[in-house]
T-cell receptor, first 116, second 110 residues
Framework: GAVVSQHPSRVICKSGTSVKIECRSL??????MFWYRQFPKQSLMLMAT?????????EQGVEKDKFLINHASLTLSTLTVTSAHPEDSSFYIC????????????FGPGTRLTVT | GIQVEQSPPDLILQEGANSTLRCNFS?????LQWFHQNPWGQLINLFY???GTKQNGRLSATTVATERYSLLYISSSQTTDSGVYFC????????????FGKGTTLSVSS
């Protein structure tokens, strides 16, 4: 149980285009999901907290207009990287908190974004 | 915010050796998880251990919440244990994101 999927697993896009990444909890509902970014040989950094039915909360330094987050259902959150640039190339990982409120988080397999 | 420090940053072992990875955190937590990140980037959930001791095969973990540290033990290491081990914690509120340490990179050679 407690499986989280991400789609796509890998994407290459041209500079200036937008890319959407989906995060799904497959066998549980998640009121809260989180988006992290990981650069090569670094740790995971929290980008934003996504709550179903409300606006996401972004960490300091993360542009909310560039990284659009939508959490429209209890099993799906999406991250859209708008007007992508090469510096946005990274590994994006989501996690989900089961509902009712739980402390243990479950992570997706990640999406590797390359912007050319 | 909470600070998470992991040590050592790098560890090189011969197959069959035992090792201990440490995670120190700066404040009280309600969640502590240990992960192994495989070469493809997937985070493998090893332990959910905000306190106490757990064992799973060759791996075990102990968290002493009052002293704000956790230890991950790997016994009889195998080459497949290689990778990055992360400790992550969240503060005393439900629905709070995990804060990750910088990780310990383990290399096990045959």
């Amino acid at each position: 149980g407690a499986v989280v999927s991400q789609h796509p697993s890998r994407v290459i896009c041209k500079s200036g285009t937008s890319v959407k990444i989906e995060c799904r909890s497959l066998d549980f509902q998640a009121t809260t999901m989180f988006w992290y970014r990981q650069f090569p040989k670094q740790s995971l950094m929290l980008m934003a907290t996504s709550n179903e039915g409300s606006k996401a909360t972004y960490e300091q330094g993360v542009e909310k207009d560039k990284f659009l987050i939508n959490h429209a259902s209890l099993t799906l959150s999406t991250l859209t990287v708008t007007s992508a640039h090469p510096e946005d190339s990274s590994f994006y990982i989501c996690s989900a908190l089961p509902t009712p409120a739980s402390y243990e988080q479950y992570f997706g397999p990640g999406t590797r974004l390359t912007v050319t | 915010g909470i600070q998470v420090e992991q040590s050592p940053p790098d560890l090189i072992l011969q197959e069959g050796a035992n090792s201990t990875l440490r995670c120190n955190f700066s404040d009280s937590v309600n969640n502590l998880q240990w992960f192994h990140q495989n070469p493809w980037g997937q985070l493998i959930n090893l332990f959910y251990i905000p306190s106490g001791t757990k064992q799973n095969g060759r791996l075990s973990a102990t968290t002493v919440a009052t002293e704000r540290y956790s230890l991950l033990y790997i016994s009889s290491s195998q080459t497949t244990d290689s990778g990055v081990y992360f400790c992550a914690v969240s503060a005393n509120q439900a629905g709070t994101a995990l804060i990750f340490g910088k990780g310990t990179t383990l290399s096990v050679s045959s």
